[in-house]
């Protein structure tokens, strides 16, 4: 049977490869059956690789720092089907939003394992998240522990919380998406003397049971030193915050933000490394500031799904430019994908027939947008394409659907979990009804 490339093979689900008609398979399904099941654009999410990605950060933080937690962020892609197989694989989850909290609900997810983020919780969000018996709150400001000490008293309860500090470390990604650095929106400054502050108002609040830390430095990070570098710095900032007001650091949280290889030529460190870097930098800064070691907890969104998904599209209208460029539009694009334009993020696309086939030219995968910056990728090289055609784009399971919108009124796509030969729908397809639902006339 052919196969994918090297390359593809690590960027592709787990179980992706090609069967004998010269197809794409996802999961024993082949695209091109999907496609034609399900229609286009479509997204693909394949089980195995979530349970994989799950199992690689259970086993590579666990062998380096036995008391780890796995902490999905859901806002990577947040499904129940999806939040089921979390639950199973023993993760933990978080939440940034009431909504986010309904879609872990709706999957009976345990409440003791969640733990709910976020940088402006609203008053009916804390209190639905105490209702459930949440696990942990981190907190973002001082708006928020009065808000939630508020809360918490109304109900009677002494909530454990972490409280999110931002430790001025650049972890060199998107300037779009990097949160612990002194100019942000995120966290209590320990710079500034925020987070001094902040430990000491949450620790006097009389419904608020501060467990440990937390900070966040943006994603996707492919260096491992911005972790190593934050972590020493925080937990300094811990022992003093221990001997000036009492604070017991019994739960240590140093974020996500783990990289995933979207083009095969730029991949990440494996997770190993990530784990390695994290657990020597919490056990020696330990060491030297004479804390006990805490309970530590991971946050990977990207990393669990990214790998996971694969979106399909169909080509429509192509247009030469001669000397110029060509244009390859297909039937999704910003409106399922917004990350090209957002964040200049690249994508590798592959036809889903044949995907090695001669002869090649350079195109430019663009979407069906009424905007210049709508693409998927540009200036990639593929086998000379016809309209009909399907392309599909890997590693297209973090951040895509999530930040899917209805703009030009499009409806966003249908997604289908794959295992074993079997595909099930795991969000239809929007209707045009649905555009219409909460519109008045
Ligand atoms: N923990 C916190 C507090 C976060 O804010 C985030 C992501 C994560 C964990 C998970 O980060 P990950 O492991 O997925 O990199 N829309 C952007 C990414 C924004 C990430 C926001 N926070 C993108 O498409 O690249």
Sequence with gaps: MPQLTNNDQEIFPVSASL???GDITIGGCSIAQLASEFGTPLYIYDEDTVR???????SGFTDAYERTHIEYSTKA???????????EEGLHMDVVTGGELIFAKAA?????????HGNNKGREELSEALDYGIGRITLDSFYEIGLLNEVAREKGIRQKVLLRVSPSVDPHTHLLTTTGVLDSKFGFSIETGAAAEAVQQALSADNLEVVGLHFHLGSPIFELEPYSQAIDYVLK??????????????EFNPGGGFAVGYVGEELPPPITAYANEISV?????????GLEEPQLTVEPGRAIVARAGVAVYQVGGIKRIPNVRVY????GGMGDNIRPALY???YTVRRAHEPYAEPTEKVTVVGKYCESGDYIAKDVELPVLDSGDLLCTPTSGAYSVPMASNYNMTTRPAIVMVKDGDARLIRRRETYEDLLATSLV
Excluded: W
Aim: glycine share 4%; with cysteine; aromatic share 10%.
């Design 19 to 21: 069967n004998d008609a």
């Design 77 to 87: 892609f947040a499904n129940p089907a999806l939040a089921k197989i979390i639950a």
């Design 108 to 116: 009976g997810f345990p409440a003791e394992r969640l733990n709910f």
């Design 328 to 331: 390859v539009s297909v039937d």
């Design 281 to 289: 930098a919490v056990r020696s800064g330990c060491d030297r500031y």
């Design 52 to 58: 994989h990605m799950c199992r690689q950060f259970t």
């Design 344 to 346: 200049s993020s690249e």
């Design 237 to 250: 900032f811990a022992a003093e915050m221990r001997d000036v007001h009492g604070l017991q650091l019994t």
